[in-house]
């Protein structure tokens, strides 16, 4: 019985949305091997090497096993995020009288692949001079 001879897959990018480990077909297809008796189920197993939640970089060996011996390949996953969060709850732009600013309303943020947070922030276009128009401005 000869060792098998393993051939994987290419490393690949791949969407977040689209990738699932358990399916190698998202992720450039299954490794294939073979020894001179015919060909060999290769398996695999993952390894994530950097990044977050789902935005990682994943190093998956494929290995074929015969009476003969094993062998092995390295394929390089990258999964990446490239679709933006939606935010729900945005305010129209306003102009408010000094005393009635209204009360910042609750946005939402929601994304494919991560749970994004959303900050708050204001901005005055009030004239430091008292005695300017603008002053009142906020």
Do not use: K
Not at 12 to 36: I, L, Y
Not at 45 to 54: A, C, P, R
Request: net charge negative.
């Amino acid at each position: 019985i000869s060792a098998p001879t393993i051939t994987c897959p290419a490393n690949v990018m791949v969407s977040c949305s689209a990738f699932n480990a358990a399916n190698p077909a998202t992720s450039g297809g299954p490794a294939t091997a073979s020894t001179a008796c015919g060909p060999v189920t290769p398996t695999y197993s993952d390894v994530t090497i950097s990044g977050l939640n789902n935005c990682r970089t994943i190093e998956r060996t494929w290995t074929a096993t015969t009476g003969g011996g094993t062998a092995t390949c390295v394929q390089t996953i990258t999964v990446e995020d490239n679709v933006p969060p939606t935010l729900a709850g945005l305010p129209n732009n306003l102009t408010a009288q000094a005393c009635a600013v209204p009360v910042a309303p609750v946005v939402t943020a929601s994304d494919n692949c991560t749970s994004p947070t959303v900050t708050f922030g204001e901005v005055t276009t009030q004239n430091p001079n008292p005695a300017m128009c603008g002053h009142y401005n906020y």
